[in-house]
């Protein structure tokens, strides 16, 4: 039996980090994977995702070209087969790089599955059923992430799948129907439809992304309609029937019908076969683990990070909550903090946003003062032809302070990385407003903002006072 300072179980986003982070804060440390490194994000969702969007992206350039006055000979047109392949170079990179950064940081690696057999200790189980040996460590941290909730009404078939297929499907769908907006409906929504796939999105709540800001939502829904997405939001997906041909559904009195059905309507915990019983750790009545604000569960020295915790369902939540375990588990102090969590949206327009929207404020009584900067009046997006969108700060209006930035626009992921420090700093309107940005650039959009949460954008019409 190998014996460790800290023993991580799972070596995702949150799992890696938190390893290496134990291992540079001296400990001696072990981590268990029993897949690939790097976990859902890297191997299912977020590169994948991505690197497949940029190459759609490169194809609407291609297709728009004589915006710009570049005249393109010949038929532009997506190479699905070239873009998977890319898409896997880019996670096979990326997944080696993971394992040289654990082997530099000198973290033992147990390839196979992790299930505890007590409070500190763990057997580790290979993919062939044999058990390769126990560990125990004092202290251990469980980032064993999510996987795709599907439920039992969905019926079983080759045409309903999940983004894990989705992101292999050997060819373009003719039409695509997503059950489910959210964040992962919608970016897929948007890939497929500009490359010609018929899209339907179906959502029960009256919006395709209840969780964001309501204004920069709505813009984003209407461009999905100007590409041929047809959303249908507010009533459920019923009669759900599929054979080797397709699949077919009622919303209401209509029926939809499409080549495939994808199913994104939540996830839930990977805690499977981890006997977490043994480790006398609980969970919530939806299977995910309680933790405090330094990731640690009901048993002491059991930590639990990432989207095991059932919060933020976000690699660099993850990440984020990785650092803090492993700081804790290493007598440290540290905390995490998630009402400062950035949300990226890869959609088109992207958006990005961090803090409270207007929705929060008005529910929590908090009076504000909101500026706003439309793209359309920015010379960098006018340049590069993006216009649509916004960017928004909500301020406290006693206080000044800036409560949430949400932005809807082009570049909206990366834009919103300096508003993370503004808010984590507390700083004020006034302030951000005050920090010089060069021009000509898209961040320029941030502090024209700032200054209109005072009526004092020079870019924004208004009357002398």
């Not at 350039?61 to 915006?67: D, L």
């Not at 763990?122 to 058990?131: P, S, T, Y």
């Not at 339907?200 to 204004?215: A, F, G, H, Y």
């Not at 082009?410 to 010089?436: Q, S, W």
């Amino acid at each position: 039996m190998q014996e460790f300072d800290v023993l991580v179980i799972g070596g995702g986003p949150g799992g890696y980090v938190a390893a290496i982070r134990a291992a540079k804060n001296g400990a001696k440390t072990a981590l268990v994977e029993r897949k690939e490194f790097g976990g859902t994000c890297l191997n299912i969702g977020c590169i994948p995702t991505k690197t497949l969007i940029a190459g759609v992206d490169v194809y609407h350039k291609a297709r728009h070209a004589m915006e710009f006055g570049v005249k393109i000979s010949g038929e532009v047109s997506p190479d699905w087969e070239a873009m998977l392949a890319r898409k896997d170079s880019v996670i096979k990179t990326l997944r080696g790089g993971i394992g040289s950064l654990l082997k530099a940081a000198g973290v033992t690696v147990f390839k196979g599955h992790g299930a505890f057999t007590g409070r500190k200790t763990v057997k580790v189980v290979d993919g062939e059923g044999g058990e390769v040996e126990e560990i125990t460590a004092n202290k251990i941290i469980i980032a064993s992430g999510s996987e795709t909730l599907v439920p039992g009404f969905i019926p079983k078939g080759k045409r309903v799948i999940t983004s894990t297929e989705l992101l292999s499907i050997p060819e373009i769908p003719k039409s695509l129907l997503i059950l489910g907006g959210g964040v992962i409906g919608c970016e897929f929504a948007c890939l497929f439809a500009e490359l010609g796939t018929k899209v339907t999105i179906v959502e029960m709540l009256d919006s395709i992304m209840p969780n964001i800001d309501r204004e920069t939502s709505r813009v984003v829904a209407a461009q999905m309609q100007k590409m041929g997405i047809e959303i249908m939001n507010g009533k459920p997906l019923g009669d759900l029937k599929a054979d080797d041909k397709g699949v077919s559904g009622k919303v209401g009195d209509l029926t939809v019908s499409a080549d495939y059905l994808l199913v994104s309507i939540g996830r839930k915990p990977a805690l499977e076969g981890m006997n977490l019983a043994a480790s006398g750790v609980k969970t919530n009545e939806r299977g995910w683990i309680p933790v405090d604000s330094s990731c640690r569960t009901n048993v002491p020295g059991i930590f639990a990070i990432g989207d095991a915790t059932g919060s933020w369902q976000l690699a660099h939540a993850a990440s984020a909550m990785g650092v803090v375990a492993a700081d804790v588990a290493c007598g440290k102090k540290n905390a995490f903090d998630g009402s400062l969590v950035p949300g990226c949206i890869f959609t088109s327009p992207e958006i990005g946003s961090v803090g409270k929207s207007q929705e929060q404020c008005d529910k929590e009584g908090i009076e504000t003062r909101v500026g706003k900067f439309p793209f359309a009046a920015l010379g960098k997006a006018m340049a590069i032809n993006e216009t649509v969108g916004f960017c928004k700060i909500i301020a406290d209006a006693k206080t000044d302070q800036i409560l949430g930035v949400h932005i809807v626009g082009p570049h909206a992921t990366d834009l919103i990385a300096e508003a993370c420090p503004a808010l984590h700093l507390e700083i004020t309107a006034k302030e951000l407003g005050k920090a010089i940005h060069a021009h000509p650039t898209l961040g320029e959009a941030m502090m024209e903002a700032a200054h209109a949460v005072h009526g004092e954008s020079a870019h924004i019409p208004s009357k002398r006072r």
